[in-house]
Each structure stands twice: as structure tokens, then as C-alpha cells.
T-cell receptor, first 115, second 113 residues
Framework: DGGITQSPKYLFRKEGQNVTLSCEQN?????MYWYRQDPGQGLRLIYY???????QKGDIAEGYSVSREKKESFPLTVTSAQKNPTAFYLC??????????????FGPGTRLTVL | SQQGEEDPQALSIQEGENATMNCSYK?????LQWYRQNSGRGLVHLIL?????REKHSGRLRVTLDTSKKSSSLLITASRAADTASYFC?????????????FGTGTRLLVSP
């Protein structure tokens, strides 16, 4: 069953803790993305990666970190430096090989709540 | 920075009616895409229209693009209760190549039986 999986679905964090959100894809896509969505808002780009071992900051990277050691995996760490981390986090991927076909495929999301 | 703005923010219609939502953007684009999001879920791609296209159809969906006005519209014909969702436009700005999409703020559509 091809697609993108995110885990966990719900995550609770105490203030001052780092937490890591998982994103895995078996679509053989080169590019992967992390977005943050606040209630009633659109998506804001946190980080993206075009290829393994390379990633770029998006619009709101402060307080977040990522790694891309494998093509299939793009985990996001929400650090204690992120002052307002409560949000819905979405991971996406894109084939990246054919110009003009930059449709993104999304995972089901992780809802992070800071207690 | 979000460059897409959608209008209206919320739309409530009856089943069988048509739903139209609009998107405006600020910079030149490679293409514009529409996505749907059911409550608490990920986004699902609906349709992509390239900058050299003016209209595109897919089933009950019709998308138009006016690059001179930097705007697009999504029409859903003969709406169903299952169409209830948030709809987002996303643009692939020219200056980012094909690397990033910029999402609008979304239109929340409620279709009542």
C-alpha cells in the first residue's frame, strides 16, 4: 500500500521537551516537506529536502530541526526553542524528477499539543 | 510567507447547488493547484492548471486561471454532502522553480443535505 505515513497521530509534550515527529514514504519520491497548520489557517513551510542528506529552511524554521539520512524518511524535531508548538503538522512528498509535475502528496498529519 | 488569499473564507450551500471559490496570488507562477482537506486530515490534490492554460476540467470540478489578474477560481458543480471540506489553492512561484508550493488560507465549504 503506497503512500506517506506519519506517526504518532496525536502527541502531547510538556514545555521544555524536544519531540520528534515521524514521516515515512514508499513512493520513491525525492523531495519531502514539513508544514505547520494552525486552526483555520493555511499551511506554512517549515523545512524541505530535495535529496538525501540535503535540506533547506522554509518560512518558519526557527525552533525546528530535520534530518534526511534516507530517501524514505524525513523526521521533524520540535525543540524547546519553539515557543508555540501546538499545531497540526503535515508531511508531504513530491517526485521531483519531472518539471511541471510538482503535485505534493500528503500524510495524515500529527496533532501536537503542549501541556 | 503566504501569498495566496482565498475568498470566501467560508461557504454554506445546499446539496445540488454549485460552489465557487476564488484564489488570488501575488507573484508570477509556474502552475496553480487546488487541494482539499477534510477535517483533521491531510490534503488531497484535486487539480493542477499550468500558467499557459486558462481552464481545466476534472469530473465535477472546473478551474480557471487568469494570470493577468493573478487569480483562479474553483467551481464544484452539483455539490454533495461529501464535498464538505476546506479547499486550498497552492501556487508554484517562478522564482522557486518547482521546489516549493505556497498555500492560501483556504475556503471552508459546508454542503447541507
Amino acid at each position: 500500500d503506497g503512500g506517506i505515513t506519519q506517526s504518532p497521530k496525536y502527541l502531547f509534550r510538556k514545555e521544555g521537551q524536544n519531540v520528534t515527529l515521524s514521516c515515512e514514504q514508499n513512493l520513491n519520491h525525492d523531495a519531502m516537506y514539513w508544514y505547520r497548520q494552525d486552526p483555520g489557517q493555511g499551511l506554512r513551510l517549515i523545512y524541505y529536502s530535495q535529496i538525501v542528506n540535503d535540506f533547506q529552511k522554509g518560512d518558519i524554521a526557527e525552533g525546528y530541526s530535520v534530518s534526511r539520512e534516507k530517501k524514505e524518511s524525513f523526521p521533524l524535531t520540535v525543540t524547546s526553542a519553539q515557543k508555540n508548538p501546538t499545531a497540526f503538522y503535515l508531511c508531504a512528498s513530491r517526485t521531483g524528477r519531472v518539471r511541471g509535475t510538482d503535485t505534493q502528496y500528503f500524510g495524515p498529519g500529527t496533532r501536537l499539543t503542549v501541556l | 510567507s503566504q501569498q495566496g488569499e482565498e475568498d470566501p473564507q467560508a461557504l454554506s450551500i445546499q446539496e445540488g447547488e454549485n460552489a465557487t471559490m476564488n484564489c488570488s496570488y501575488k507573484t508570477s507562477i509556474n502552475n496553480l493547484q487546488w487541494y482539499r482537506q477534510n477535517s483533521g486530515r491531510g490534503l488531497v490534490h484535486l487539480i493542477l492548471i499550468r500558467s499557459n492554460e486558462r481552464e481545466k476540467h476534472s469530473g465535477r470540478l472546473r478551474v480557471t486561471l487568469d494570470t493577468s489578474k493573478k487569480s483562479s477560481s474553483l467551481l464544484i458543480t452539483a455539490s454533495r454532502a461529501a464535498d464538505t471540506a476546506s479547499y486550498f489553492c497552492a501556487t508554484a512561484p517562478l522564482f522557486t522553480g518547482f521546489q516549493k508550493l505556497v498555500f492560501g488560507t483556504g475556503t471552508r465549504l459546508l454542503v447541507s443535505p
